[in-house]
């Protein structure tokens, strides 16, 4: 027999419905409302209870060691003339930050003469490597009338911590001069020591004279140096160049380019040592 079938059983059914029915619909209502604000008054009491035992807490701070980054220093700057109306001249620029390079420095470097008259502007990019001197070269240029200061601005400098790379080994050797009649030749030659083939390689040469003092500069730039290759490059001036004694030829590649090492197709970086 089932239990609804039990009489008292449907007694006591009649009589919760009964009293249920007499329960006004507020009633109703007001419980359904309390149930809906007892889930925020939950939350807003936790919220309470975390404030009042951790509002005090401070996480421990973790100090960051102060970087002391030291200006650019414009040590030399020079005119240098080369023919009539033709002209060269240079800047070197000292970075003392042992870790911090600048990828891109922008600068615009003014051409005058004695009485202030602007003979010539060029502006350009380079590239300054961290603990380093960097050889700005204008190699040649015309002016109507001789530029004999050379006023220099460097830009905004946007220092860059150094990858951490081992910079490529660049061995120059064979610097010869040879300064004819009509031309001034710089020969060298430059190798690559790394076990990676190079990108670019730029090369700056320096004419002194035997006191040393700087009477012509140049520059160049080699592409695809591979691994242990020697290669040789010449610099030229389209006239002699009086009092030229010797040169002094440097090398150097931009380590904040992404691209400037590859390995050589089909061959591992290491497999040139392995076979020697």
Request: glycine share 4%; no cysteine.
């Amino acid at each position: 027999m089932s239990w609804l079938d039990n009489q008292r059983t449907q007694e006591w059914l009649i009589v919760i419905n009964d009293n249920l029915r007499a329960v006004k619909k507020n009633w109703l209502y007001a419980l359904g409302a309390v149930v809906v604000l007892a889930i925020p008054l939950s939350l807003g009491l936790k919220a309470l209870f975390f404030e009042l035992y951790f509002g005090d807490y401070a996480p421990p701070g973790v100090s960051k060691p102060a970087v002391n980054i030291e200006p650019l220093q414009v040590l030399e700057k020079k005119v240098l003339r080369i023919a009539d109306n033709s002209y060269s001249g240079f800047v070197r620029i000292k970075n003392l930050n042992l870790d911090w390079g600048i990828p891109e420095q922008a600068y615009t470097a003014t051409f005058k003469t004695l009485g202030g008259t602007v003979a010539a502007t060029i502006s350009g990019k380079t590239f300054i490597l961290p603990a380093s001197e960097k050889l700005v070269v204008f190699s040649k240029f015309t002016a109507e009338q001789e530029p004999q200061l050379l006023d220099f601005f460097l830009h905004e400098a946007k220092f860059l911590l150094k990858p951490q790379i081992q910079p490529p080994e660049l061995e120059i050797s064979r610097v010869e001069v040879g300064n004819a009649a009509k031309e001034l030749t710089v020969n060298a030659a430059v190798k690559n020591n790394s076990p990676f083939k190079l990108r670019v390689v730029y090369l700056y040469a320096e004419v002194l004279d035997k006191n040393n003092q700087v009477t012509a500069v140049n520059s160049t730039s080699i592409n695809d140096l591979n691994s242990l290759e020697t290669r040789s490059f010449q610099l030229y001036w389209p006239t002699a160049v009086l009092g030229a004694a010797r040169a002094v030829v440097k090398s150097e590649v931009n380590i904040f380019d992404r691209d400037l090492f590859s390995p050589e197709p089909g061959r591992s970086q290491f497999e040139t040592y392995l076979s020697d």
